[in-house]
């Protein structure tokens, strides 16, 4: 997603510099540019500012977070070393605790919650295909505005279609359910999204899941956008059919996977509520095995219709 972003904005500014850690892919895209895939297939290269060298990144006024959750903290220091006094550090991560972590060591004043419906796989090292498009939302800060107003500005003209909004935590969850929903059931049978609604079992479990998160967030007070949680899951899986999920991409290379912070923080919050969530547990444990180098049996699926007074009836 941070090469998808960097790509756009790199159209519009010749500020923008990639900060990463991933030396392989830093090499590639500074020997031979960055090639874009639209969903058409069509292909752009362009040069980016990219580096693993924090003394190469000027101060900024603006750091965009793209890591993965694990990845917040470590990452929040460095955030920090070049982030301006007055610079605001926007995340569009998955999963919950970043906004945390992040004005933990910020400050409450220079952190910004939003969230992102673009989708992306990286094809190769340097090239990222666009696998589907949607909004970009921001968090509202009083006394932010003009900054914020900024950000939305440049992030508009790139082609990155934001909004500032008020409630970003209604929307955040609802991202939240859908990366619960989605990512541990994809990844877990290295299937595509639209792969979930072909089969009676795996929708079943699809809504168990969403079903379970949907009462831990009224529980943890908020208030959800759309009033059926679970139809909304499956038109996204309809509008992005083709698309692999950020937790497969990670699977599939043998990397570590936002598991925790997605379902497994749904789990914890259950506990803290009284609040079953059974379906989480189980896609929490079996993530975690694979990713381990356990191989996942489909037919451990089965097992859920099995359970007594089963978590499939939720």
Same mark, same amino acid.
């Given at each position: 997603?941070? &090469?998808?972003?960097?790509?756009?904005?790199?159209?519009?500014?010749?500020?923008?510099?990639?900060?990463?850690?991933?030396?392989?892919?830093i090499n590639a895209i500074t020997e031979n540019g960055l090639t874009f895939m639209d969903? /058409?297939?069509?292909?752009? &290269?362009?040069?980016?500012?990219?580096?693993?060298?924090?003394?190469?990144?000027?101060?900024?006024?603006?750091?965009?977070?793209?890591?993965?959750?694990?990845?917040?903290?470590?990452?929040?220091?460095?955030?920090?070393?070049?982030?301006?006094?007055?610079?605001?550090? *926007?995340?569009?991560?998955?999963? +919950?605790?970043?906004?945390? #972590?992040?004005?933990?060591?910020?400050?409450? /004043?220079?952190?910004?919650?939003?969230?992102?419906?673009?989708?992306?796989?990286?094809?190769?090292?340097?090239?990222?295909?666009?696998?589907?498009?949607?909004?970009?939302?921001?968090?509202?800060?009083?006394?932010?505005? &003009?900054?914020?107003? =900024? #950000?939305?500005?440049?992030?508009?003209?790139?082609?990155?279609?934001?909004?500032?909004?008020?409630?970003?935590?209604?929307? !955040?969850?609802?991202?939240? #359910?859908?990366?619960?929903?989605?990512?541990? +059931?994809?990844?877990?049978?290295?299937? =595509?999204?639209?792969?979930?609604?072909?089969?009676?079992l795996l929708g079943k479990i699809l809504a168990a899941t969403v079903q379970e998160v949907?009462?831990?967030? &009224?529980?943890?007070?908020? !208030?959800?956008?759309?009033?059926?949680?679970? =139809?909304?899951?499956?038109?996204?899986?309809?509008?992005?059919?083709?698309?692999?999920?950020?937790?497969?991409?990670?699977?599939?290379?043998?990397?570590?996977?936002?598991?925790?912070?997605?379902?497994?923080?749904?789990? /914890?919050?259950?506990?803290?509520?009284?609040?079953?969530?059974? *379906?989480?547990?189980?896609?929490?444990?079996?993530?975690?095995?694979?990713?381990?180098?356990?191989?996942?049996?489909? /037919?451990?699926?089965?097992?859920?219709?099995?359970?007594?007074?089963?978590?499939?009836?939720?």
């Open positions: 997603m941070a &090469t998808l972003f960097g790509f756009f904005l790199n159209k519009v500014s010749d500020r923008i510099t990639l900060f990463s850690a991933w030396t392989e892919q969903p /058409d297939g069509n292909k752009w &290269t362009r040069r980016l500012n990219i580096t693993n060298n924090l003394h190469h990144v000027p101060p900024t006024d603006v750091a965009l977070i793209l890591v993965k959750s694990y990845q917040t903290k470590h990452t929040v220091g460095q955030v920090k070393g070049v982030l301006r006094p007055n610079g605001l550090a *926007v995340t569009l991560q998955n999963g +919950l605790g970043n906004v945390e #972590i992040l004005q933990a060591a910020l400050g409450g /004043d220079r952190v910004v919650a939003g969230i992102t419906y673009h989708a992306a796989n990286l094809s190769a090292l340097a090239c990222v295909q666009h696998a589907g498009a949607g909004k970009t939302f921001l968090g509202m800060k009083v006394g932010r505005e &003009t900054q914020l107003n =900024e #950000i939305v500005n440049l992030l508009n003209k790139a082609g990155i279609q934001t909004e500032l909004i008020k409630n970003i935590a209604s929307l !955040s969850w609802s991202k939240l #359910i859908v990366n619960a929903g989605i990512n541990p +059931l994809t990844a877990l049978l290295e299937i =595509e999204n639209g792969d979930l609604l072909h089969d009676p949907a009462a831990v967030a &009224t529980r943890h007070g908020i !208030s959800l956008p759309h009033s059926d949680p679970v =139809e909304h899951v499956f038109d996204i899986c309809r509008a992005t059919a083709r698309n692999r999920s950020s937790m497969l991409q990670d699977i599939v290379r043998g990397a570590k996977t936002e598991i925790e912070a997605i379902n497994g923080a749904v789990v /914890d919050l259950g506990v803290r509520y009284g609040i079953p969530t059974p *379906v989480n547990q189980f896609l929490l444990e079996q993530v975690q095995s694979k990713q381990a180098g356990e191989t996942f049996e489909p /037919d451990r699926l089965n097992d859920l219709e099995a359970w007594p007074k089963s978590a499939l009836q939720c």
